[in-house]
Structures are given as C-alpha cells and as structure tokens.
C-alpha cells in the first residue's frame, strides 16, 4: 500500500469522525503539553546552573557563621575578619576571599530625607571579583579605603522589571530606593547613625527579571543597602555584641579559582579553622554546588511531577486511540474485505490502521506543541520559573505522542489483518 494513499485514507477517516477524532487527540495533547513544559524547565535549569557555575566561580565556597543554632562553650569568638586574613595569607593562592557582614536598622539621614530603616553591607574590594552583574557610577570601594578605614560609602539601585510579575505589584518599594533612583547623590554627603559618609558610587542593579543571580545569597532585591569598607564598619558602625565584638562577620565567601581544588580547598579551610576557633564547629562551609543543588531541588521535584503527569496523559491518550481503532474496525469489517478481495496483503491493512492511529498522534501533538509553548511563554514569567523552549525539545515530545499511538495500534491493525476476507465480505 502506498504511503499517500494511506495518508489520504487516514485523513478521510480522522474528517469523518471529527468529534471522536477530537476526542481522541484531547489526553495526547494535554499530555504533550506537559512535556513540552517538563523539557523546557529542565533546559532552564540546566542553562542557568550553567550560568551561575560561570557567574560565582569555578570554585566557589561559602563560610558561615552559626548564630542560632550553636551555643559557644567560650572558646572561639566565631568567625571574624581575622579568620579572612589568615586564609588570604595561608593560601594566596585563592582567587577570592571576600568576608562581608550586615546590619540592619541603621538610620540614615540627608538633607531632608530621613529612613531607620537602612542596610549597611560591609565588605571588601574582593566583593565586585565575583557575581559583578552592577551597572557602575563613580568607584566602588578600593584597598584605600579599607586600609584608612574611609568614611565612603556605595548606594544600591535596585533593578526594575522588563516584564513585571504578579506578586511584585503587592509589594511596595522601599522610600530609599525611590529616593536614590530620583536623585543623583553621586558625591553627596550622608549620615549612617552619628557619622558622615561620602557617596563614591552607585551601582544599579540589572532588570530583577533578567538578573542571573537567582541563586542569590543576600537580599540583592532590597532598595534599602549601603555598601562600606569594612574596616570602617568595625570602626565606627559596627555594635559590639557577642564574642566577636566589632570584629565578626556573617560569611566569607571563597573562590579556590578551580573546581578540582575544591574538595582539596575545604579539608584546608576546615583544619585551619578548627585551630583558629580553638576547636568549637560554629562555622559550617559548603561550596557551591551542595547550594545550588538545594536551591533547584523544589524546582526539579515541580518539573518530575508535570512529567509523571503529561506520561500518565499521553499513555491514557494512546489507550484511547486502541479503543477507537478497534471501534473503527469493527464498523469497518466489510471495507477490509473489500481491500482484501482486491488484492490488499495483511500487510497493507496493519499499515492503514497504523497511519490513521499515528495521524491522530500527530495531530494530538501538534495542538499539545501549541499549548506548552503558550504555557511556557506564559506561566513562567509569572512564576519566576526558568524555562528555556527548544525546538529539538518540542519535537521530541511530538515523537513521544506518535510514537505511543503507533505501538498502541499494533495489537488492532494485527486484528483487523487476521480478518477472513470471504467471512468479511458476508458481514453485515
């Protein structure tokens, strides 16, 4: 039997029974969607945990401090800057050993402007070696600054949205960043508490819904945080409680500069550790990938549970249309030997049967493409959800869909092949 003439015959058939053929195609296509979704945030996943490796280093690790959780036998001060120093000096070979810590509730005042309500990160130059996503006006802070503890400061700009999401309209924006994105304060001097500060720059975030930092470690969206060197923080913001006094900091973060050094990296930074801190664990160190593999993993669990669903869909979509195709040939048995008696082989009768069952799969996957696509397009800028569409990802879960009606025809078309053709010819 020729494919065209196979072709042509399906298609007669799939337009005569245009309800049931619909029918048919409906599981198929809400099945295909579901993988189309599926694949696209698999994809997603994947190129930014791709980006982020490339964004943050290849050796990324993380020190934080246990505040909560641990109770000090009176042993260690916890982790401070000097903790920093001594990796910085031990192992020079480290791309980056950054150290930062925040407080909250600092007042700010300039001009008539007033807020209590202020974040002030300090940190050290090595902070703009990693994740610098920052439009940059002015200077960010320098090795100066640190070494004379200058009363400088950097002001955050938080990004705006290329395509604002639901949520974000529910949360109001911080008077601060209305503030700074309003006024040029390049150069303007502010108060933090009781002491003046120079503003040296203003970095601006990149658009929230573009920024590559989804990862992120620190509240990168707050329109309230002011950037100043560390030791000057020490000197004159910091406030004095715990062990640590004005010398703590809440992590360090670390680029070895190679993935292979890693594990190496932290048996050192464990050891050396361990005798700085007099034997008290209140630190814990995970690198990057323990991170963001906890950071994915509700996202991969959401993405197993739409694939479980779209199979379970095209699997009852594909038992739909071996009832229909046993209907149909049982409606039919007269035609097969009408086929039979002009010289049709079983071959060509299992091949129709085949054609039309994986013309409905087809069809079913062509409308299930269209509606992952509008899903994906859709419901994932508004669901802050990675999504990365594909071609090669869309026509596979089409070949899933065609593929399923093909193997779930077999079993009929074997039956409507095995027909009598003079019992058929008689049947009424």
Not at 126 to 133: A, D
Not at 223 to 238: D, E
Not at 391 to 413: D, E, K, Q, R, W
Request: glycine residues 10%.
């Amino acid at each position: 039997m020729r494919v065209a003439e196979a072709l042509r015959t399906g298609w007669i058939e799939i337009a005569s029974h245009k309800v049931r053929s619909a029918l048919t195609c409906v599981a198929i296509s809400f099945g295909v969607a579901a993988m189309v979704y599926t694949f696209s945030q698999v994809a997603g996943m994947n190129k930014r945990m791709k980006k982020a490796f490339e964004l943050m280093g290849p050796g990324r690790l993380f020190i934080s401090a246990k505040w909560d959780s641990y109770v000090s036998k009176g042993l260690s001060r916890g982790l401070t800057w000097q903790d920093a120093e001594a990796m910085r000096r031990l192992m020079p070979e480290f791309a980056m050993v950054s150290p930062f810590v925040s407080r909250g509730g600092v007042r700010l005042r300039l001009g008539k402007f007033k807020n209590d309500d202020i974040e002030v990160m300090a940190v050290t130059p090595e902070f703009r070696r990693r994740e610098w996503v920052y439009g940059l006006r002015g200077r960010f802070l320098n090795e100066y600054d640190m070494d004379r503890a200058e009363r400088v400061c950097v002001l955050l700009q938080p990004g705006g949205w290329f395509q604002k999401q639901w949520w974000a309209s529910r949360i109001s924006e911080h008077p601060f960043a209305k503030y700074v994105k309003h006024h040029d304060l390049l150069g303007q001097r502010i108060r933090l508490d009781d002491h003046l500060f120079t503003v040296v720059g203003v970095l601006a975030s990149p658009l929230r819904d573009q920024d590559p930092r989804w990862f992120g470690f620190w509240n990168r969206f707050a329109g309230n945080i002011v950037f100043v060197p560390l030791n000057t923080y020490r000197q004159c913001l910091a406030q004095g409680g715990g062990p640590g006094g004005a010398d703590r900091v809440d992590q360090i973060h670390i680029d070895t500069g190679d993935e292979a050094t890693v594990g190496l990296a932290k048996r050192r930074l464990e050891a050396l550790l361990k005798n700085l801190h007099r034997g008290e664990p209140d630190f814990e160190l995970k690198d990057l990938r323990e991170i963001l593999q906890g950071a994915i993993s509700d996202i991969r669990s959401y993405a197993m549970a739409v694939a479980v669903i779209g199979l379970i869909a095209i699997l009852a979509g594909g038992i739909g249309i071996m009832n229909v195709t046993l209907a149909t040939i049982f409606s039919r048995i007269r035609e097969i030997g009408i086929r039979r008696a002009l010289g049709a082989t079983r071959t060509d009768i299992v091949a129709q049967f085949l054609v039309e069952a994986t013309m409905l799969g087809c069809l079913g996957g062509v409308v299930g493409a269209g509606l992952g696509i509008a899903a994906v397009t859709y419901l994932s800028p508004r669901s802050d959800r990675m999504a990365e569409i594909s071609a090669l990802h869309v026509i596979g879960a089409m070949a899933l869909a065609a593929v399923t009606s093909f193997f779930f025809a077999l079993y009929p078309a074997y039956q409507a092949a095995k027909l009598d053709p003079i019992e058929s010819l008689h049947y009424e």
